[in-house]
């Protein structure tokens, strides 16, 4: 039935696994209690916002990408690249077509239609999305190093390295010219030491 909404319900009790799922490649790190899955998600929906405004694409469209790219972790987890060596990667498009079966068409095919552009790797809006994810993991990296976790670093140069939009390296380099509470000391009008 076209309004029955109870596998949209599974999928929302499902999201919410993604608030308890930790991304595990900061373990590696040091971390010991590192972001999860739907925290990196939501702040890389800022970023891709951010990134696709100023780089001239559809912000909302990069930030609704960017919000459903890590969407099929409720079923895989969250593997760190070390453990993509040892597997098979799982197709986020299998796992979407997967996650959205009985849900109304219009919702299902619009999900998997975003992961699928967010994979291709084409449209403007997509590249921007994946640059805020790098960008993203970038900035966690350096709060990271600054509550100590110097391992970070490795984090920091890798994501950083992989960021293609003009706007997300200038961006990078802005981030990683500041501190990461230089933000709070100009919100209260203290002088940069």
């Not at 900061?26 to 590192?34: K, L, S």
């Not at 380099?173 to 030491?193: F, N, T, Y």
């Amino acid at each position: 039935m076209a309004d029955d909404l109870s596998a949209v319900a599974h999928f929302l009790y499902e999201s919410g696994t993604l608030k308890h799922t930790r991304r595990t490649g900061w373990w590696m790190a040091g971390v010991r209690d590192p972001e999860s899955v739907a925290e990196h998600s939501w702040r890389t929906s800022l970023i891709a916002s951010i990134i696709a405004k100023l780089e001239g694409a559809d912000p909302a469209r990069a930030a609704f990408l960017a919000v459903w790219h890590d969407s099929q972790e409720t079923r895989t987890g969250d593997v760190n690249y070390l453990g993509k060596k040892y597997g098979t990667e799982p197709d986020p498009k299998a796992v979407t077509a997967d996650q959205t079966v009985g849900m109304p068409e219009i919702l299902a095919e619009t999900v998997r239609d975003l992961v699928a552009e967010y994979e291709a790797k084409e449209t403007p809006e997509a590249i921007c999305a994946r640059d805020a994810d790098k960008l993203e993991c970038m900035l966690q990296g350096i709060e990271y190093k600054a509550q100590g976790y110097e391992n970070a670093q490795r984090w920091i140069d890798n994501s950083r390295g992989r960021i293609v939009t003009a706007t997300g390296q200038r961006l990078a380099d802005v981030l990683l010219s500041q501190g990461s509470l230089d933000w709070l000391r100009a919100a209260l009008g203290e002088k940069h030491a």
